[in-house]
C-alpha cells in the first residue's frame, strides 16, 4: 500500500499565488524527498529532508518536516505555469526503500 | 551524466499477451528499482535491487510478473500473462543506495493491454 498520502488531491491557484501541499505517512522514516512529475514524464527530483531536519530551502521550495506527527509539507512561492504539475512525496527507509504518496495535481493559471 | 533509459517508451499488446520492459540505470547505481503507475496514482513499488539481489518484492504479482538485474546493472521486468489492469506506466529508477541519496526516474514505458 502506498506510504504517504498528501493533500490536497488538486490544487489550482493563480500565478504568483503560493501553493502548499502536505504529506502524512506511517512509519518511521530515514529521509524525506519531494519530487515533481509532469504529464507523461518520468519524476524529478527536488529536495530532501533528513529525519534531523525540520526545514530545508531550495529556491522557491520550502519544505518543513514534523516526525512527532509524521507530516511534511512542501510550500512553492510565487508560482509560475510551468510549475504546473503533479508532486508526490516520498519517504525512504534505512533500506532505501523509496515509497510514494498519492500526489498532488497542482494547475497554476497565468 | 546520462540518465536512466528505458525501453520502449510505448507498448500496446493483447491481454493473455507476453511484454517485457528494459532498463539502464545510471553507472554506478547500486541500486534499481522498478515501479507501477496507475493513472492518477502514486508509483507503486513493484521490485527493489541492490546490486543484483532482491530487496524488496512483496508487492510484485509473482504468478505474472518477474524481473531480473543481469550483473548488477541492466533490468528487465517481464509480465506473462498480461491483464487489461496491467495497463500502466512502468518506471524504472535507480540511486546510489547510500547515505541520503536522490532516485533518478526514466521516462517510463506506458503499457496497454487491451
Known amino acids: 500500500s502506498q506510504q504517504g498520502e498528501e493533500d490536497p488531491q488538486a490544487l489550482s491557484i493563480q500565478e504568483g499565488e503560493n501553493a502548499t501541499m502536505n504529506c502524512s505517512y506511517k512509519t518511521s522514516i530515514n529521509n524525506l524527498q519531494w519530487y515533481r512529475q509532469n504529464s507523461g514524464r518520468g519524476l524529478v527530483h527536488l529536495i530532501l529532508i533528513r529525519s534531523n531536519e525540520r526545514e530545508k530551502h531550495s529556491g522557491r521550495l520550502r519544505v518543513t518536516l514534523d516526525t512527532s506527527k509524521k507530516s511534511s509539507s512542501l510550500l512553492i512561492t510565487a508560482s509560475r505555469a510551468a510549475d504546473t504539475a503533479s508532486y508526490f512525496c516520498?519517504?525512504?527507509?534505512?533500506?532505501?526503500?523509496?515509497?510514494f504518496g498519492t500526489g498532488t495535481r497542482l494547475k497554476v493559471l497565468a | 551524466e546520462a540518465g536512466v533509459a528505458q525501453s520502449p517508451r510505448y507498448k500496446i499488446i493483447e491481454k493473455r499477451q507476453s511484454v517485457a520492459f528494459w532498463c539502464n540505470p545510471i553507472s554506478g547505481h547500486a541500486t534499481l528499482y522498478w515501479y507501477q503507475q496507475i493513472l492518477g496514482q502514486g508509483p507503486k513499488l513493484l521490485i527493489q535491487?541492490?546490486?543484483?539481489?532482491?530487496?524488496?518484492d512483496s508487492q510484485l504479482p509473482k504468478d505474472r510478473f518477474s524481473a531480473e538485474r543481469l550483473k548488477g546493472v541492466d533490468s528487465t521486468l517481464k509480465i506473462q500473462p498480461a491483464k487489461l489492469e496491467d495497463s500502466a506506466v512502468y518506471l524504472c529508477?535507480?540511486?546510489?543506495?547510500?547515505?541520503?541519496?536522490?532516485?533518478?526516474f526514466g521516462q517510463g514505458t506506458r503499457l496497454t493491454v487491451v
Open positions: 535491487f541492490q546490486n543484483n539481489g532482491v530487496v524488496d
Open positions: 516520498a519517504t525512504v527507509s534505512g533500506t532505501y526503500k523509496y515509497i
Open positions: 529508477a535507480s540511486s546510489r543506495g547510500q547515505g541520503a541519496a536522490e532516485a533518478f
